[in-house]
């Protein structure tokens, strides 16, 4: 393959799955800003629905191996063709995807870990202000 074709690939990986990472940042961002007025609810919320993100990626990383390249959004991204023999093709796009969306599960887990820690913070200076 191809330099610049390995470099579309990866490109329209993180493009289609940032894409959809974006959309549940959306999701999730209208959840925690529906909570404001519970500040410690709205980050344990955050935490969670973050988590429940980096797991459905897990699960699609997993998935992706398992599957044809052409069930896939990149290969509709690709216009349904790339110049490489099938195998080539299947090995390249799903290991670049698994690779894409390990990548967004691990920022997911770091974000999701921030959002624990600050409601930890938040916690601990409630119970010493008094507040319930």
Do not use: N
């Amino acid at each position: 393959m191809a330099e610049p074709d390995t470099y579309r690939v990866r490109t329209l990986a993180v493009l289609s799955i940032g894409r959809g990472c974006f959309f549940a940042a959306l999701a999730i961002f209208c959840v925690m800003i529906g909570l404001i007025a519970e500040p410690l609810q709205s980050l344990k919320s955050g935490a969670i629905l973050t988590m429940i993100v980096a797991c459905v990626l897990l699960i699609k990383a997993e998935w992706v191996v398992r599957h044809s390249y052409k069930q896939t959004e990149l290969w509709i991204l690709l216009e349904r063709r790339i110049e490489l023999a099938p195998e080539a093709a299947q090995r390249i796009i799903t290991l670049t995807l698994r690779e894409v969306y390990l990548r967004y599960a691990l920022y997911a887990t770091a974000i999701a870990v921030g959002f624990w820690l600050m409601a930890l913070l938040l916690w601990l200076g409630g119970a010493k202000a008094g507040f319930k």
